[in-house]
């Protein structure tokens, strides 16, 4: 696979990952009493902690799999069935966000990076997708996916207003929903393959 395949391939995980369809309806109702200049700084803080935060748990994968002494498949498992629950709650039509904070409370990081962003589903996946890439090709691949990924967010709360105007309550529903659908799909994916590969047994060498 060439380097434009795999990037394009790694992104489209990434972007349904992050569901920017799925929480601009949160950025919106959490920004609600901000005037534009100060939505933008927001969205451009908001952006940047998910950039630290998404590529800090990216990055360390491998590391604390050895640390806690957990396979990359075990972890598959438990990180897909985690991100099925996410995926499902949004095709039932769930926010990301339950609680919100009080009036003048700053939601750049908190929640708005964390959880509604980069929840524990989405932890969890991260953490999984960063060990499975090896090589510089697709490390640097799955970097700048990530990267555009997360700028994609950042896009997506800048012109929030806009495209909550365009799409209507009900396009931001169905985009969301399909949102769901593939995060539903993309977490089977990873309990099947962790399931195949913990069960698989070593094939038996032939002298």
Known sequence: MDTAALFGRIFLRYFFL????????????????????ERRRTAVRSTLAIVVICFA?????????????????????GAGAL???SGAQLVQGRDRHDALPADGQDVAVVPLAI????????????????????????????????????????????????????????GLAIL?????LFLASL????IFTGIRNFLSLPTPARG
């Open 187 to 190: 977490a089977a994916q990873m």
């Open 83 to 85: 991100l099925f629950l």
């Open 115 to 170: 959880p509604i962003v980069v929840g524990p589903a989405t932890t969890g996946a991260l953490l999984v997708m960063g060990a499975e890439l090896h090589g510089w090709t697709q490390q640097v691949a799955g970097a700048a996916a990530l990267l555009a990924a997360i700028l994609v967010v950042g896009a997506v709360f800048l012109l929030g207003s806009r495209i909550e105007r365009a799409l209507g309550p009900r």
């Open 176 to 180: 969301t929903k399909l949102t769901g």
């Open 18 to 37: 992050l569901g920017p369809f799925a929480v601009v309806s949160a950025f919106l109702t959490l920004t609600r009493e901000l005037g534009q200049r």
């Open 57 to 77: 748990l990216w990055l360390i994968g491998n590391q604390l799999f050895a640390v806690l002494g957990i396979t990359l498949d075990a972890f598959r498992i």
